[in-house]
C-alpha cells in the first residue's frame, strides 16, 4: 500500500514539474497583430502590435520594443516611401529566439 502512495506521490510530482517546465522547454512565443503582411500605407505611419510571452529581450529590425506586463505591445512608426521588411525577434533568456518578418509598402 506505501509502495503505491509514493508511486502516486511521485507521478504527480512529475507531471506537476512538467507542466510548470513547459514554457522554459518551449521557449518564447510570438504573435504580430498588426501590420499584416503585404500592407500598403499611403501616409507612411504603421502601427505594429502583438504579443510575446517567455521572451527576455524583443526588438524590430534591432531596435529594443517596449512590452507591458501581459507581453502586449504597441508602437507606431514612420516609413519612407518604398519597401520595407519589418523583423520581429523574440528571445529567451536561455538564448532560444522566434522571429517573423512582415513586408510593408509606402506609396
Keep these: 500500500m506505501i509502495k503505491y502512495l509514493i508511486g502516486a506521490v511521485l507521478f504527480v510530482g512529475g507531471v ?45 529590425d534591432g531596435a529594443p520594443l517596449l512590452r507591458d506586463q501581459s507581453g502586449n505591445f504597441s508602437s507606431t512608426l514612420t516609413f519612407p516611401r518604398g519597401g520595407s521588411i519589418l523583423t520581429f525577434k523574440a528571445t529567451d533568456r536561455f538564448g532560444k529566439t522566434v522571429s517573423e518578418t512582415r513586408a510593408i509598402f509606402v506609396p
Design 16 to 60: 506537476y514539474g512538467l507542466i510548470e517546465a513547459w514554457p522554459l522547454l518551449v521557449g518564447p512565443t510570438l504573435t504580430i497583430d498588426a501590420p499584416i503582411n503585404n500592407a500598403s500605407f499611403p501616409d507612411g505611419i504603421v502601427t505594429v502590435q502583438g504579443r510575446s510571452a517567455h521572451a527576455a529581450e524583443l526588438t524590430l
